[in-house]
């Protein structure tokens, strides 16, 4: 094989892997749809889920489904919240500050609804964790494997047996929790 057709078949492999591309254009919640209450809004540039105790709760879902995919985005929060990432559906979570259940902090760690319960705790998050400034989550799930990074470190590897093929990702309102999370510069990479 010849050099320049080694060069360009380089090249050919490296600019097809997709890049991060937003889905969050900053101004509105366009590519989103709301399941429970009306609790997003858009204000300077992210999305804003807030709650109280007389709400329901709800989840902002991409209109979009994915299949094996790297989703980042900052959040900021202050105080007690309950909130999180769902991963093709609603059963498998990346969770967002405190566990309802076990009443302490639990960001980055997967917390499966039919296990009732986090399989695995994330490492080190006590110490990456910066609360009311804006923190960057990073989960690649590819399969039934996800892998969580917090502020540019990994945290939490897992393997799900309640992982679907494809679905939306969504952002979580806690019911019952008066709460407020912020979300911006929301990305994915489809694998």
Known sequence: MKIPTLLALFATTLFSQAAPQPIFDGKTLSGWIITG???????????QG???PKKKGSILWTEKEYTNFVFQCAFKY???IDSGVFLRHENDQIQIGISGSLKRDMTASPYIASKKGYPVEAKGVAELLKEGEWNIIKITAKESVYTVELNGKEVMTYTSETAKEKGPI???VHPGKEMKISFRDITL???
């Not at 209450?37 to 204000?43: A, C, I, R």
């Open 189 to 191: 990479e489809e694998l």
């Open 78 to 80: 202050e105080g007690k």
């Open 50 to 52: 807030q709650n109280d």
């Open 37 to 47: 209450s009306e609790d997003w809004t858009v204000q300077d540039g992210a999305i």
């Open 170 to 172: 969504g952002l979580q």
